[in-house]
């Protein structure tokens, strides 16, 4: 099924390392050929702005989007948010945005009160993804699921009428479940498909139950996103069990279309990624009104781009 598509792509992110017009202080994008989880940064360590992620596609029609923060170690990341609105207002993109926070930190109140302040501004993510006994795929040292001030502060979202993006991995997922299920209030997305890192059957079969109890929360949705972090080389074929598998645990109604560029033009170009997930999606048998919610009108929803 290759027909163009109208995509409001769920997580994307914009950055300006060379430039830095405001002063936002990138650190990992400063550091340049240090290695991350998903490999060498290098080639994107660079500007990324509206412009060219606008030009990604070639045969799709980008409607909208929403820009994920992009480093939790900016000294001020309400910054980063300040310029991606400024953006949003010259180029339409992104139609909205996601911003960081320390939810450990005593300065997160004063935060989420600078947040709302930005009309664009629709929720927080902070990366929690760590296996004890895998550092080198870590993103952080600290197992926030067990931090009792970030339980405590992660309750301050349901005020602001904010959602909550999530990155972890499957052998944190029971305890999100659990923690999550005390917050229905607080919509919560999966990004990155959940991180697939272990796709022998042992690691697949682990990341499903994962996913199964955290898609029985109905406040809990999840981005098909980010497949090149865990197989650079991946295919349509590749993802098609995941894919599968996601859209029986979750519904299409909760399932949206993300890009994760620029960290996923290191591995493919912006067609293949979507024409990928389309075929996925129509191999898995998902109708022309389920195909226009995961790519477009679910993270329409979810975001709430029709009202600030």
């Not at 990138?26 to 080639?43: E, I, R, S």
């Not at 702005?49 to 045969?59: H, R």
Request: proline share 6%; hydrophobic share 40%.
């Amino acid at each position: 099924m290759e027909i163009p598509m109208k995509i409001i792509d769920s997580h994307h992110h914009l950055w300006c390392p060379d430039t830095d017009p405001t002063g936002i202080g990138y650190v990992w994008l400063q550091n340049k050929g240090a290695m991350k989880p998903f490999g060498d940064p290098t080639p994107i360590q660079r500007d990324y702005l509206a412009e060219e992620f606008k030009a990604e596609s070639q045969k799709h029609e980008l409607a909208g989007s929403i820009h994920v923060q992009c480093d939790g170690a900016i000294p001020d990341p309400v910054k980063e948010a300040e310029w991606i609105e400024s953006l949003s207002q010259t180029h339409d993109i992104p139609s909205a945005h996601v911003g960081f926070v320390d939810l450990t930190s005593a300065d997160t109140p004063k935060l989420l009160e600078r947040y709302m302040q930005l009309p664009g501004f629709r929720g927080v993510r902070q990366i929690i993804s760590r296996i004890d006994d895998r550092p080198e795929i870590s993103f952080t040292q600290v197992e926030y699921l067990g931090h009792m001030i970030w339980r405590e502060q992660f309750a301050l979202l349901t005020a602001h009428n904010l959602s909550f993006d999530l990155q972890l991995y499957p052998q944190q997922m029971p305890d999100a479940a659990a923690f999550f299920a005390k917050h229905p209030d607080i919509p919560v997305v999966i990004d990155h498909a959940g991180s697939p890192y272990d796709q022998s059957k042992s690691g697949h079969l682990l990341w499903r139950q994962g996913l199964k109890e955290l898609a029985q929360l109905e406040h809990c949705h999840i981005k098909l996103s980010g497949f090149g972090m865990f197989d650079p080389q991946w295919t349509a074929q590749s993802i098609q069990a995941i894919v599968n598998d996601i859209l029986e645990l979750f519904g299409a109604e909760r399932v949206m279309f993300g890009s994760n560029y620029p960290v996923d033009k290191l591995m493919r170009p912006y067609d293949f990624v979507v024409d990928s997930v389309l075929e996925c999606c129509t191999n898995a048998g998902l109708n022309e009104t389920a195909i226009e919610g995961v790519f477009s009108g679910n993270a329409e929803r979810f975001y709430r781009l029709n009202h600030n």
